[in-house]
């Protein structure tokens, strides 16, 4: 590579064999080990034991990081639906862009479909406020996360968007590898997501002008994800309702237990589908739009394809159901589904009230049924030919 990439790079091979040795020494991998593996110190003895062994970033996910996916989805969730995967097995590297629902799960869960799959494991990019100590950052490093740069002055955010707009095309140009990211900075709150048109420009940082080859040359495929169960809703659902009346500020180690709250919380099921990457007719169509709407033409573009192929669940027919206080859906879940997500529901939002007793439970259940109606709304507006409408990415 021709440019110095050390500060957002993954780790190599030899620096993750040194990271996992750390890793292992953690106190922390015995709350890992229990959750993962059941108690035991002998099951906690062996992670750490494997974890000094290997050598290498292949060795880690082949040996630690598929297993440690695959024992999430068995606790978590019931069913793994996985479309379109063909589109990813013609040999070309990509920009994998999906929406996004879950900090960790989203590229985890992507990263085993591959695996699984026999098709190369991509590096994903990762936001830097998630890495809140060493232990994060030399597991995410080790399993090939590049650092994006959030903070910093509008130079330092220029420049760094710069040197991973770089890396992510020498990558994907080079044929070494594709890359994850999320289709805007942070994860969907409200159950509507729209690409973001900075993403965007962003990738069309490291170009040489001209639009379509440009996005040509990276190759942009996007994903549709969807969770029967939004993770961290409850905790979603009350960031919403302190947003309404002012800003939100998160507090230290906010974002570690929404990892982990996303992680261990039930899942029910889980759809990937995978579109067919941009065609230069696609981006072509999008460059016809002037200068100044191509990125918003791009963006749409893309939300059009990741609204086509998102899976509908019965909780968002169910919550909309509620909203509206009828039944039109109905034929959409049973009555069992029904009784089950509400009374997860009050369970859920009463906890949140005993905590913050001045909260109305009124609206936060108005904010929480949302976040599961939204994505029909959306699917709906899509298919009546609405296209200005955000889709339930």
């Known amino acids: 590579m021709n440019k110095d990439y050390n500060s957002i790079r993954p780790y190599t091979d030899q620096e993750t064999s040194i990271a996992l040795k750390r890793v292992a020494d953690a106190p922390e991998l015995s709350a890992i080990s229990t959750f993962l593996y059941g108690p035991g110190r002998e099951k906690e003895d062996a992670l750490r034991g494997l974890l000094r062994r290997i050598g290498t970033i292949d060795e880690f996910q082949a040996r630690v990081m598929a297993g440690v996916i695959r024992s999430i989805l068995k606790q978590t969730s019931v069913s793994l639906e996985i479309d379109g ?3 990813v097995e013609d040999g070309r ?7 996004h629902r879950d900090i960790i799960l989203d590229p985890a869960i992507l990263q085993l479909i591959l695996f699984d799959s026999g098709v190369s494991t991509t590096e994903i990019a990762v936001g830097d406020n998630l ?22 002055t509008p130079r330092e955010k220029y420049v760094a968007s710069s040197l991973l707009s770089s890396y992510m095309r020498e990558n994907i140009a080079s044929g070494r590898c594709s890359v994850w990211i999320a289709q805007r900075g942070g994860r969907s709150k409200d159950g509507h997501d729209e690409t973001s048109q900075g993403v965007l420009k962003m990738l069309d940082m490291s170009g040489n002008g001209d639009f379509v080859q440009d996005f040509l040359e990276i190759s942009v495929l996007p994903i549709a994800i969807s969770y029967q169960y939004e993770p961290c809703d409850f905790l979603k659902a009350r960031e919403l309702y302190i947003t309404r009346r ?23 099921g889980i759809a990937f589908h995978f579109c067919p990457a941009l065609t230069e007719d696609d981006i072509a169509s999008c460059a016809a739009q002037g200068k100044n709407d191509r990125f918003k033409a791009l963006a749409a573009l893309l939300d059009d394809r ?3 192929n998102y899976r509908l669940w019965d909780t968002n ?43 109305d439970k009124e609206e936060l259940r108005e904010i929480f049924l949302s976040i ?22």
């Open 306 to 308: 990741i609204c086509s």
């Open 85 to 87: 995967l063909v589109n």
């Open 131 to 152: 890495i809140a100590n060493t232990l994060i950052e030399d597991i995410f490093r080790s399993n090939r996360m590049i650092k994006v740069v959030r903070g910093g």
């Open 93 to 99: 590297k990509h920009v994998l862009m999906s929406n």
């Open 317 to 359: 027919y169910i919550a909309l159901d509620i909203i509206e206080g009828g039944t039109d859906n109905s034929a959409q879940y049973t009555t069992e589904a029904r009784t089950a997500f509400t009374e997860r529901m009050e369970k859920g939002l009463s906890a949140i009230v005993e905590k913050g007793p001045d909260m």
């Open 246 to 268: 002012g800003q939100y500020v998160k507090k230290p180690g906010e974002d570690t237990h929404s990892i982990l709250t996303g992680v261990t919380q039930d899942k029910g």
């Open 372 to 393: 599961y109606a939204n994505p029909v709304r959306s699917v709906r507006a899509h298919q009546a030919g609405d296209k200005g409408t955000s889709c339930p990415a």
